[in-house]
């Protein structure tokens, strides 16, 4: 059995009187790529900030291979291997590719002087690892004149740098034309191969259908349906289940939604 | 959109190329666009330069000018240098003025009480660095507006030193005859020799700015703290050290204010508030963070410095110079504009 890198049990969170998460199961094994769907008001954001550290849960436990976390933040969850690519608010837009790149860990020697040549090399490598590489900028280009598609590029190449075990994508491919979304699913299939786990968050189903081991269906806080690829029959299937959900009708639900964990 | 964007010969349009296309290959090219505000600056002062020497060549020929403006500007430098930070990293300091006469003081004190002027630097430097603490953990920490705290502060210090001191300014004639006189601030060759400090200090700071890490997480702090806060750089901590950093530079300025004129005055640094804050966003620094040009900050004291001196070194009356003044930092700002117009 693949190793089970995290898990949450029993996840809630109340803000005032409103239920965003009423108790949710998830977990991600090791290499396993996650799709985790849900309408607007589902809870994905909730459960994303959740493993991010940065909202604390109102109850519930987190675990960490295995071993239950005690006072889960946003260093616990960096300390997880967790990280997170926040839709729109990744990037400090003003600033190189570079810096965005290293935000945080930047390659200094001593006094803390950067190392500016070596972080340009790196970064070019590893845009070249994901396939993300131009004639028209450089690593040293400031972020603001890029694209959505290319932006998302940077950010994504900061969660390799930083060597993430498991890597949170927050609508990745939401704003991004058709040969984007391919690099992007190219890049999350490389992650894979090399042991790492990816959260992929979406609200195109064909999307996360497309590169999803697992789907994890969030419905008003609640997870409504957790089946592996195998036991979906298609993407169409999975729609309709997830619309059955949404307004639910008189026959019986298809045959999907009756695969637990 | 911006004016380094030459003709297209091969198709390119400029939009896709964008000011880094392929020119950016070019490292004349790039440096030039990397240095656009600094650089604008700079053109600003040439333009001025060239008007007030049209107007009266025979004065702006003589070193005589250029000296006497040499002699102050070091002050202007220490404390415009880190309020780039400050700003940079999306806050702003109005308590350096006080911080500044505040720094002096102590130097003051230590001197007059017969301590070596080196040992006096150390104390007001320490000062400094610790009212910038005082006044950044404040602002930072009960999340204050940095506008109206930094301003509060700065009339609270000016007022403790009116209190203690009664007015009464501190005449330091012992330091006329010091070693610290000559390497601070007296002629190499008819060259002030506080202005190879000021330019020392500029140049580490640059440094600073683009090639440390204090630098270059200052810049992100001022552009995005969620995301920089979410990438594990303690928002706060960044934010206080500019603080601290003002207080530096402010008490460097008010130790070398002291030793250029012998004297410490109660009201030291209280007129230094809006010319130095202008030299920041005439150097090209924008007001709403995240970047922000140290050696245009430098060029902007400058050109500040400059204009009072020139205005009647040009044959204007005194009456003239805050009408230039007002001027060249609105034509500043409007210039700026262009090269700030791609961050946005």
């Known amino acids: 059995m693949a190793e089970r890198l995290i898990e949450l049990r029993n996840i809630r969170k109340s803000f005032g009187r409103v239920d965003a998460l009423g108790g949710v199961n998830l977990s991600v094994d090791k290499g396993e790529v996650v799709g985790l769907i849900g309408d607007n008001g589902a809870g994905k954001s909730t459960l994303i900030k959740i493993l991010a550290g940065v909202v604390k849960p109102t109850s519930g436990q987190i675990l960490v291979r295995g071993n239950p976390v005690s006072g889960w933040n946003a260093a616990r969850s960096r300390d997880a291997g967790i990280e997170t690519v926040f839709q729109d608010r990744a990037l400090a837009v003003q600033q190189s590719i570079v810096r965005n790149i290293f935000m945080g860990r930047e390659l200094a020697g001593r006094f803390g002087w950067l190392k500016l040549g070596r972080e340009v090399r790196e970064a070019e490598r590893l845009m070249r690892e994901i396939g993300f590489t131009s004639r028209i900028f450089t690593p040293r280009s400031i972020v603001a004149q890029l694209s959505g598609g290319e932006r998302q590029g940077v950010a994504i190449a900061r969660a390799i740098y930083n060597e993430a075990d498991l890597i949170i994508l927050d609508e990745p491919t939401t704003a991004l034309s058709l040969a984007e979304t391919s690099k992007v699913f190219h890049f999350v299939r490389q992650v894979k191969a090399s042991g790492r786990s990816i959260l992929f968050i979406g609200h195109n189903i064909h999307h996360v259908h497309a590169i999803a081991d697992r789907f994890v269906v969030l419905d008003r806080g609640n997870v409504v349906l957790d089946a592996n690829r195998a036991d979906v029959r298609s993407a169409e299937a999975l729609i309709a289940f997830m619309e059955d959900v949404a307004h639910p009708r008189t026959t019986l639900p298809p045959s999907t939604a009756a695969s637990p964990r | ?344």
């Not at chain 2, 010969?9 to 004349?28: C, F, I, M, V, Y």
């Not at chain 2, 012992?174 to 020799?193: E, G, Q, Y």
């Not at chain 2, 012998?262 to 970047?291: I, Q």
């Open chain 2, 1 to 344: 959109m911006t004016e380094f964007v030459g003709p297209e010969k091969d198709g390119t349009s400029a939009t896709d190329a964008g000011p880094l296309g392929r020119r950016a290959e070019h490292p004349l090219w790039r440096f030039a666009d990397a240095n656009r505000a600094p650089l604008g600056t700079l053109a600003v002062f040439v333009v001025m330069m060239g008007v007030f020497l049209a107007a009266n060549p025979r004065v702006f020929s003589e070193w005589n000018i250029y000296r006497s403006v040499l002699t102050t500007l070091p002050v202007a430098l220490f404390l415009v240098v880190p309020l780039v930070f400050v700003v940079t990293a999306g806050e702003i300091d109005l308590s350096f003025p006080a911080t500044m006469g505040f720094s002096a003081w102590m130097f003051a004190l230590a001197v007059q009480a017969g301590f070596s002027p080196y040992l006096g630097a150390v104390v007001g430097i320490a000062t400094g660095m610790v009212l910038g603490l005082i006044v950044g953990s404040i602002v930072v920490y009960f999340n204050l507006s940095s506008l109206v705290a930094t301003l509060g502060m700065n009339f609270m210090l000016r007022g403790v030193i009116q209190i203690v001191t009664e007015g009464k300014s501190i005449a330091l004639t012992s330091l006329a005859h010091s070693s610290a006189k000559t390497i601070f601030s007296s002629d190499v060759l008819d060259v002030p020799t506080q202005i190879f400090w000021g330019f020392a200090f500029v140049i580490f700071a640059a440094f600073l700015f683009n090639r440390h890490r204090f630098g270059a997480q200052v810049k992100i702090v001022g552009d995005n703290p969620d995301s920089a806060s979410q990438m594990g750089i303690d928002v706060n901590l960044v934010r206080v050290k500019t603080f601290v950093f003002v207080g530096l530079g402010a008490a460097l300025a008010g130790i070398f204010s002291t030793m250029i004129n012998f004297t410490w005055w109660p009201t030291a640094g209280d007129g230094y508030l809006l010319p130095a804050l202008a030299s920041v966003f005439v150097g090209g620094t924008p007001t709403w963070g995240g970047v922000g040009t140290v050696v245009g900050g430098a060029i902007g004291a400058l050109i500040v410095s400059f204009i009072q001196t020139g205005v009647v070194g040009a044959g204007l009356s005194g009456f003239y110079v805050q009408f230039f003044n007002g001027l060249i930092i609105i034509l500043s700002l409007v210039g700026h504009r262009w090269n700030q117009a791609r961050y946005r």
